[in-house]
């Protein structure tokens, strides 16, 4: 059976919400038939006294009505009078929903949720349990898993690139795609910066990226790569010289090692993995007491200028970099 909202059922109803459930209804309408005779249980999701009957990707799971209202979408829907049962097509004396689109493999996660919440927040968080909670949360409009995907995004895609770590850089071309789907621009800078850093042709993750993203996204990751490389090349051709910073002066005996120290720490290494990640990069230079200790007071106070506008420009250009 389908659940199908009678019209009375839906006059109390706000405009968007009516016809999301129309749409959901009417899609199951179709399918549920189908399922009914070629769909196979799937049993771990398929509890014996659960009250209503998803099915998903040619697989039947029986769960729980009430466990599904933690959606404003399966809310609305259950809350409208159904046809009586003789009217319907059940599976196992349940209405049955098709749910066309969706990913088995995402509901397993959500289900993980709803049903073992504390083994599920307990465990590991791979890339697949983030999108396949992303892509239902915001789908099915589940506040509390949508708000839990996106805090686990945004420690690996943050908004600032200044606090990307070493967890961006698997599964970032897969995450743009994400972003795009879910409503979630604000990971796309360091998504791409997390890709620009890698080298293509070692076998980091990506290296996989044509595959991954749509040509329009590729253009804007080749762009950014270029932006930084120009921004790059700039500072290791006159490391001294900052056009707008104007504290960056420097003594005669200092001068010819601050170039060096530039030139040393923003040279690319060719048996590095991953290209110069200058956010990073810059980053470390302020922290690096040992050659600030060689510098004389002035020089010290010009050279963590320069460092920290460097840093500061580069934070706010990297968007523009990649064309958002
Ligand atoms: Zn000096």
Redesign the pocket.
């Known amino acids: 059976m389908d659940i199908v909202p009678p019209e009375n059922g839906l006059d109390d109803m706000p405009l968007l919400k009516r016809r999301r459930v129309s749409d959901c209804a009417a899609r199951s309408c179709e399918a549920s038939r189908f399922a009914s005779s070629s769909s196979a249980i799937l049993k771990h999701l398929w509890f014996p006294e659960g009250d209503i009957v998803l099915d998903i990707e040619q697989r039947l799971l029986k769960v729980h009505r009430k466990r599904l209202r933690c959606s404003v979408i399966f809310s609305d829907m259950l809350h409208i009078p159904q046809p009586s049962p003789s009217e319907t097509d059940r599976i196992d004396g349940c209405p049955s929903v098709t749910l066309v689109g969706d990913a088995l493999a995402d509901w397993e996660v959500v289900f993980g949720w709803i049903y073992q919440k504390s083994d599920f927040l307990a465990k590991a968080v791979t890339f697949d349990i983030l999108s396949g909670a992303l892509r239902i949360s915001t789908k099915y409009e589940i506040a509390e898993l949508r708000q839990w995907a996106v805090t686990e995004l945004l420690s690996r895609w943050p908004v600032d690139v200044a606090n990307m770590r070493l967890n961006a850089l698997p599964h970032a071309a897969e995450a743009i795609n994400l972003a795009q789907e879910c409503a979630l621009p604000e990971i796309l800078p360091s998504c791409f910066y997390a890709l620009s850093v890698q080298k293509f042709h070692c076998s980091a993750d990506g290296g996989r990226s044509h595959i991954v993203l749509s040509p329009n996204d590729l253009r804007r990751l080749i762009a950014g790569r270029e932006a930084l490389q120009d921004a790059l090349v700039r500072v290791v051709i006159d490391p001294l010289t900052e056009p707008g910073c104007y504290n960056n002066a ?6 010819p090692r ?1 170039v060096e120290y530039w030139r040393t720490r923003l040279a690319p290494d060719p048996k590095s993995p991953w290209s110069t990640w200058l956010v990073r990069e810059l980053e470390q230079m302020l922290r690096d007491d040992a050659f600030v200790g060689t ?6 106070h ?1 050279h963590l200028s320069t460092i920290r506008w460097r840093h500061g420009r580069l934070r706010g250009a990297i968007p523009g970099f990649f064309l958002l």
């Open positions: 420097s003594c005669g005996t200092c001068a601050r510098l004389c007071s002035d020089c010290v010009g």
